[in-house]
């Protein structure tokens, strides 16, 4: 079996496609887990059978269209492992992630799969091995992605990045105390991205300052500044806003987290949709937030 969890960016999104810095935290909570098993007796494939109920996959790995995420990945695993032939064996993977909400999803299924064949094939892969064949895929995914999904995911631990830089770790003294909530609008990352990438003419300031917040950001959690980030944050969401990156939907439920207690809130990944997160400083806080967004229709996850 492979796993891998969810993640979110805290600050730097969209701006990180650019190659300005970001930051991003695992979310061990959300999870895929890739599995071997023997296939059915009663059943014969041909070869590898894909079984995934999240994303309605029932199928024999060579039924899928070449171009399918996952049968590019197990093919580029095959090439990896020195794999002749696949195994006549059944991957199930699950995942507690949602879809297309700004999590990951598409980078921790990647690197849920390629762990289940590395251990499979008792073949150990480096860190840095799982997140750049992991990052072929999101290019499936999302077009042109910044690599922030697979290195967070990949390291699982919280990361400043910046696109073609080796990866720094930020090591935080305790947890953040966050909720993620969903809005209930999927937000394909590839179309928000390249939409905005169409107008960044009227939009590269605005990333300039993005990127000069993470930086700031960086210095403020290492110092455990929970007041700076909040503030940080709350600049972030702005920002994101003037992006385009935000939708009504994202700013209706940030403004009741905020008037719910919350010290900031922002959404989280491509936007225009998908999660937002907001911070809270006690339990109560949290319990405040957490009503606040439900019973406003967001589905909280922590």
Known sequence: MGSACAKAILFGEHAVVYGEPGIAIPVPQLTVTATFSEQDYMKSFRSLHIN???????????????????????????????????PHKTLTIRSSIPLESGLGSGA???????????????????????SALAYEIEKIYHGTPSGIDNQVIAHGIP??????????????????????????IKSPTREVV????????????????????????????LRWDMEQVATLMNE?????????????RLNDLIDIALKAGA????????????????????????????????????????
């Open 263 to 302: 010290p900031a809130a922002k959404l989280t990944g491509a936007g225009r949709g998908g999660n937002l997160i907001a911070l809270y400083r006690n339990e109560l806080e949290r319990m405040h937030i957490q009503k606040a967004l439900s019973e406003a229709g967001a589905q909280v996850y922590l």
């Open 108 to 130: 921790a299924t990647s690197i849920a799969i390629i762990r289940a064949f590395s251990g499979e094939y008792d073949h150990p892969l480096s860190v840095d091995r799982v």
């Open 52 to 86: 995934s109920p999240e994303v309605g996959l029932d199928t024999d790995i060579y039924d899928l269209k070449s171009t399918h995420p996952i049968r590019h990945l197990i093919e580029l695993l095959q090439i990896e492992l020195g794999i002749s032939e696949l």
């Open 236 to 248: 972030n969401q702005r920002l994101l806003r003037l992006l385009t990156a935000s939708n009504e």
């Open 159 to 184: 990361i400043f990045f910046r696109k073609g830089s080796p990866v720094e770790p930020l090591n935080l003294t305790q947890s953040l105390p966050l909720i993620i909530a969903n809005s209930g």
């Open 194 to 221: 390249g939409d905005i990438r169409d107008h960044f003419d009227q939009h590269e300031q605005v990333i300039h300052e993005i990127g000069s917040l993470s930086l700031a950001a960086r210095d403020a959690l």
